[in-house]
């Protein structure tokens, strides 16, 4: 059974910083990433992390978020700083193992 599991997120103020972990097993994975859903919104991409090494990042969160990934244990994350209320969502990761499986989903809130 193919599972992703994800850990981290919850409640920051304005300026602050998350990360979140996501954790494959059942599979290997070729591109990994993160996708988030705000209320009453669609689900958009945030960022990707290739198995070949290449990243790419939504424009709403170049330079204020990282994406790294540890093959070796099967693990994406993402590094979120100067975090700010518009980026309040849950965010779910993501990897595609022939076709695409998706985590359990975070909540992160941006909030004073």
């Known amino acids: 059974q193919v599972q992703l599991v994800e850990s981290g997120g919850g409640l920051v103020q304005p300026g602050g910083s998350l990360n979140l972990s996501c954790t494959g097993s059942g599979s290997i994975f070729s591109n990994m990433g993160w996708s988030r859903q705000a209320p009453g919104k669609q689900r958009e991409f945030v960022a990707v992390?290739?198995?070949?090494?290449?990243?790419n990042y939504a424009d709403s969160v170049k330079g204020r978020f990282t994406i790294s990934r540890d093959n070796a244990k099967n693990s994406v994350y993402l590094q979120m700083n100067s975090l700010k209320p518009e980026d309040t969502a849950v965010y779910y990761c993501?990897?595609?193992?022939?076709?695409?499986?998706w985590g359990q989903g975070s909540q992160v809130t941006v909030s004073s």
């Open positions: 992390f290739t198995r070949g090494g290449t990243t």
């Open positions: 993501w990897g595609v193992a022939g076709t695409g499986y």
